[in-house]
């Protein structure tokens, strides 16, 4: 039974209508700050800066650690209410997918202001495709599909790269498009957020600005601490790496699994 398990967990497991976890506090907070904030710009610091300040932040390990996969593809295919639901626990988010989704959260949230982290576009576009958006990362390389929740992040990451990248995306994805047209996704997604929100509601920011602006935007107090940069690009890379063996050794093992479950199958029905 054990082992019957561990394959449909590893092999079999990838049920699309398993429940997620929202809200496991119960407890719905007030949003206060829409992050129109991509990956890779400063996105962890910020996450960091706005948990000193009180904020309970959603970032995309809120999705891993949720099990928020499913819940996001059901608000691309149009089930906007979802937003609710996934972020009741949270003040603000941040990064991918949330981030893609910044003018549908601001409806829900009309009073809420809104931020937008921005970042040299050649420098965000290395750093993109080196880490999350490389070919070994988990939304990408076919080793991680071992794992249902995997197969689901990568449903998801493919969802929310299509809307970031609109009319393009039906010409590749962004490890094979040109980087012209990636870079250009990115800079119109920084030019819809500026011509969209009021700029008196619109805060725009760097990690390297620190706590003045971001402080004075939310008006709260400077906190008594060194504005944290985090730099993950190195951990990302060496989590892929780890992760890219562990699954290709789940893969060797699954089939093994399988055979010697069936085998105890097979003798629990001849006794």
Request: glycine letters at 6%.
């Amino acid at each position: 039974m054990a082992l019957q398990k561990a394959f449909d967990f590893f092999v079999i497991g990838d049920d699309p209508h398993t429940s997620v976890k929202l809200n496991r506090s119960n407890k719905i907070l007030e949003f206060k700050l829409v992050g129109a904030c991509m990956c890779r710009t400063g996105t962890m610091s910020l996450q960091e800066a706005l948990a000193l300040l009180g904020l309970r932040t959603y970032h995309m390990k809120e999705v891993l650690l949720n099990g928020h996969q499913n819940a996001w593809c059901m608000v691309d295919g149009g089930e906007i209410d979802q937003l609710k639901t996934v972020l009741s626990a949270y003040n603000a988010n941040v990064d991918v997918p949330s981030a893609c989704y910044w003018r549908e959260i601001l409806q829900i949230h009309p009073d809420a202001k809104v931020i937008l982290t921005v970042r040299d576009p050649e420098k965000w576009y290395a750093s993109c495709m080196d880490t999350v958006w490389s070919p070994g990362g988990f939304e990408f390389h076919w080793s991680w599909t071992i794992l249902p929740m995997f197969r689901r992040l990568q449903k998801m990451s493919k969802m929310y790269r299509e809307r970031f990248l609109m009319a393009a995306s039906k010409e590749g994805d962004v490890n094979t498009l040109p980087k012209k047209t990636v870079i250009e996704a990115y800079e119109r997604y920084i030019a819809d957020v500026k011509a969209v929100v009021p700029s008196k509601r619109l805060l725009v920011f760097k990690p390297t600005d620190g706590w003045e602006p971001l402080c004075n935007f939310l008006d709260l107090p400077l906190p008594g601490k060194p504005f944290p940069h985090i730099n993950d690009a190195d951990e990302l890379k060496k989590i892929f790496t780890i992760g890219r063996w562990v699954c290709m050794g789940l893969w060797v093992v699954a089939p093994w699994l399988y055979l010697i479950s069936d085998g105890y199958k097979r003798k629990a029905k001849v006794f």
